[in-house]
């Protein structure tokens, strides 16, 4: 992992440069930064003294409407270090608070997978497009005949256009029946893709894929080429098209040192997941069936990898049940399957994780609750009536007011809200936005609450419009920059990745190098989109 360092314009001619700390890095580590105008070359040291208090510098002392390349310095024992990639800008008078990436036509991203495909430390971004999705229940307004075929381009930290894989017409255009994840499972230095495939085009008459061979395939991350696959998961023992159409992956440490992937078919009924190395044999095989019937129907929308147990090694939160490193089921709610669902220290005064939860199913009670993520033991619950809390919700630490993290669920039809903060105090009963489901917490101005997005703003709770940003939000991570997190969003023909442009005196290290914040940016690209959350374990 490089600095990461990044340059945006401000206001008034002035340009934010922020960079990474590592968990390498020593205590006392400093920085200067540099910059060079690109048409005289001329170099100058920016800061008097090396930065210590944060990772971030305001530069004000530069000529509006001139481009630099910047660069950063460690600097220890007075002694400086090797320099780092250099990030260009032109110092605008005005504000430009993101990095764009244009596509390769007038298409939108439907999902955005950040990894390091060419082993330069910088992250590479790849995405599904188009915006297109379609959804196997069988409810009017929800599947519709794919008219086209998903594609997944590569493109590089800098914009380049590296590859594009065709997912074929045996994989329709939804987001249950096309899981991909970008991750260097081989541990190469290079990550690569993963995804579900079929063969040819075994479509139905009315466009359905319900035959044909069906693989799970390792995509190398520098060609866009297959080089290895293993059957999927089958058909067998689903009772409808609805149900057997749930597919997942991700990584997690099983053993705590080296990467597993994780392959899940099924969210209603019977579930499959197994665990597979590096070399795509398989560690172990789980089904919700035989003795574990009662685990049938408790998964969610996407896959959770935490170390719930504080044992060191990653354990599988799937839903409303949490299986074991070794794939042995460790306990179930029992509440059925929900759509809101965070592992999080939520709770500070409380030991381990915890786990907030909103349920799709009806419950006279409980509906919405906190549970131990190591027991699956209710702390707390809502005592009234639910029908669908539907969507991912919220969880982050919005009000300093409450210490911990608050909770925020609704109902699909809009009737209800709940804003619990993470001793279980209900603090509203209101919706964030217009009626909105699953508003994004994030840190971005700097101090120790997170801040929200909802309908195209960044706003403290209770407060005032700090930044607006376009298009639809498809990632959030810490992939570039100082500490706080990037938004990257959607817009026709291109992505941006919106950076914050506030300075901040305080500095931690990178969020990446929290295992489960980095396997959490990992899951974000297939299944619902659950912002990550950090669990305390860095990575190996």
Known sequence: MDRGLVALARDRGQVFVSWRLL??????????????????????????????????????????????????????????????????????????????????????????????????????????????????????????????????????????????????????????????????????????????????????IDGEVVSGPEWLVKVDGSSGEVVSRIPWFSRDGFDTMSHVTRNFLTIAYLDGKRPSLIMQRGTYGIIKTGAFDASLEKIWYWEASGENEKYQGQAQHGLISADIDRDGRDELVIGSAALDDDGKAIWTTGLGHNDVGYVADIDQARPGLEIFYGLETHHETGGVCLAEAESGKIIWSYQGKTTHVHSQGMVGDIDAAHPGMECYAGESDRSQFWLYSAKGERMSDKPFGNNVLAPRAIWWDGDAQKEINCEGRIFDYNGETITEIEGRVIGIADCLGDWREEIITSLPGEIRIYSTTIPTNTRRTCLMQDRQYRLGVTAASMGYFYPPQLGGVAMP
């Open 23 to 204: 968990q390498s890095d020593p205590a006392d580590i400093g920085f200067n930064l540099y910059r060079e105008d690109i048409f005289n070359h001329k170099l100058e040291r920016v800061n008097d003294k090396p930065v210590t208090s944060s990772t971030c510098y305001l530069d004000s002392t530069l000529a509006q409407g001139t481009t630099y390349y910047y660069h950063v310095r460690p600097v220890t024992g007075g002694k400086e270090g090797p320099p780092s990639a250099t990030f260009f800008v032109r110092a605008w008078p005005f504000n430009v608070p993101y990095v764009q990436i244009l596509l390769q036509g007038n298409y939108d991203a439907h999902n955005v997978a950040v990894a390091d495909l060419d082993g330069d430390g910088a992250y590479d971004y790849v995405i599904k497009q188009p915006d297109f999705n379609t959804d196997p229940w069988r409810e009017p307004g929800y599947w519709r005949r794919s008219r086209d075929t998903y594609k997944l381009e590569a493109y590089s930290s800098k914009g380049k256009f590296l590859w594009r894989y065709d997912m074929g017409w045996s994989i329709e255009m939804g987001t249950w029946y096309s899981p991909y994840i970008v991750y260097d499972l081989d541990c190469d230095g290079r990550a690569e893709l993963y995804t579900k495939a079929g063969e040819g085009d075994p479509r139905e």
